[in-house]
């Protein structure tokens, strides 16, 4: 990572540079897209920071002592992200949805953390796969 108009170490100077500004920022897809090629085909890429990176830094703050946090408190919860439909499963019938994704090739619908129902109604019983 450098910054905009930075020169590029020698060792990388034949990757390709990917422009993270403002424009990159409003419209974000193309910059993931291909961040996320690079990632999963293990290419090295030089990523050319052209906003202040001060701005990705604002820390999460939970203002009252460790102890009096109750364990469902979740320090992360604007950043992750689940299958809303593991609400009130257990982990084998999760998994078996996944198994049932996967072999559909149907993505399952994600919801953030924060805020969400995370237990629930147990649903109904899955079909055995046959």
């Given at each position: ?45 030089v990523?050319?920071l ?69 237990r ?11």
């Open positions: 990572m450098i910054n905009a108009g930075d020169a590029i170490p020698a060792p990388w100077v034949a990757a390709p540079v990917v422009t993270v500004d403002e424009a990159a920022l409003r419209d974000p897809a193309k910059v993931v897209e291909r961040l996320h090629q690079a990632w999963a085909e293990r290419e090295a890429v990523v050319e052209g906003v202040d990176p001060v701005r990705f830094r604002t820390p999460e703050v939970i203002g009252v002592e460790p102890w009096r946090l109750s364990p469902e408190t979740e320090p992360f919860g604007d950043r992750l992200h689940f299958p809303e439909a593991f609400v009130g499963r257990g982990d084998m019938s999760r998994g078996g949805l996944l198994l049932r994704s996967v072999r559909s090739a149907t993505e399952l619908t994600y919801i953030q953390l924060s805020g969400a129902t995370r629930g109604a147990r649903p109904a019983r899955l079909e055995p796969i046959r």
